[in-house]
């Protein structure tokens, strides 16, 4: 019985996995993605430039070979710092998702299932809808920026801010599509024997609940990294992000705008490393809502 649905499972995920290599922009997306990753992760082992390291001799130079993308205006390498860059930008998408994926389905699982609970948690998820994101975000750096920097220092201090601000400020999506398609499967004939059965709340939901609703977070989960690395972008674009010695792809992008007439390939680099990094979680995203579908599969 267990070898049937070992195989069951394993068949399933052919299948998922056969409908996403249809979606062309998906397989391209997820190139790009990993291709974007790995560089950023492992390009520091071949390139060993220190982004920190100040040559004012060599500021604002254009490419050559020593600096394949010039250098800022106080000699630094731009490769070197869009890669440091590349990896923080990363870092907080996916934390930030990570936070605001687990928060989001913890309220849409509950309100759910608990018909008591559905209000009260619904009208707290219209209420942080109705928040203006950006407003929201610069009073929490504002109110807690100085006491997380003289806890866990200026770098990590403004890390944990932005991730845990990012999180906090972007579950309220991903907790109603949850509790849409929880409120569809508590209603499903094996829900209502294993309740029939005395099966515990708590077994109900982790056994029989969020496997049926993974579909629908993990194409959340997606697009909430590229939502994340957008959000982190324009704060640092604001000047409101992490220090200036250490880079992120909007610091860099902020840090450019003022020789934008010297040099404005300073500005591409920071910018198409952001637009190519979301439109690749958005096409992985697209090409997983696709394959997840049952209906589109049997197709």
């Not at 009260?120 to 950006?134: E, G, I, K, Q, S």
């Not at 496997?211 to 959340?220: A, D, E, F, G, L």
């Not at 007439?261 to 500005?267: D, F, M, Q, T």
Request: glycine share 10%.
């Amino acid at each position: 019985m267990t070898e049937e649905i070992t195989t069951k499972q394993s068949s399933q995920w052919r299948d998922v996995w056969l409908q996403f290599k249809t979606h062309r922009g998906a397989v391209i997306g997820m190139i790009v993605f990993f291709a974007i990753g790995f560089l950023v992760a492992f390009g520091p082992l071949f390139w060993t430039l220190d982004p920190n390291f100040i040559d004012i001799r060599a500021r604002n130079q254009g490419p050559s070979l020593l600096h394949p993308m010039g250098t800022d205006q106080l000699g630094r390498d731009t490769f070197s710092n869009l890669l440091a860059g590349g990896r923080v930008s990363l870092l907080v998408g996916v934390t930030a998702m990570a936070l605001s994926v687990l928060f989001g389905t913890l309220i849409g699982v509950i309100s759910g299932f608990f018909r008591r609970l559905d209000g009260p948690l619904m009208r707290l998820t219209d209420l942080f809808l109705a928040l203006p994101l950006l407003p929201l975000l610069l009073v929490m750096i504002m109110l807690f920026r100085d006491t997380l920097r003289g806890l866990f220092g200026p770098e990590t201090g403004i890390f944990i801010l932005i991730v845990t601000a990012i999180g906090l400020t972007s579950w309220m999506p991903i907790a109603r599509i949850v509790r849409g398609d929880v409120l569809a499967v508590k209603e499903r004939e094996f829900v209502l024997a294993a309740r029939s059965l005395g099966t515990h709340n708590t077994q109900m939901i982790t056994r029989h609940i969020l496997p049926n609703v993974m579909s629908p977070i993990m194409v959340s989960a997606t697009l909430s990294v590229a939502a994340a690395i957008i959000t982190e972008s324009a704060l640092s674009f604001l000047g409101l992000g992490f220090p200036s010695d250490f880079p992120t792809w909007g610091r860099l992008l902020y840090d450019s705008t003022n020789f934008m007439k010297l040099s404005p390939e300073r500005v591409i680099y920071p910018g198409l490393a952001i637009s190519l990094t979301v439109l690749s979680v958005n096409y992985i995203g697209d090409g997983l809502r696709d394959a997840l579908d049952p209906r589109i599969r049997g197709r």
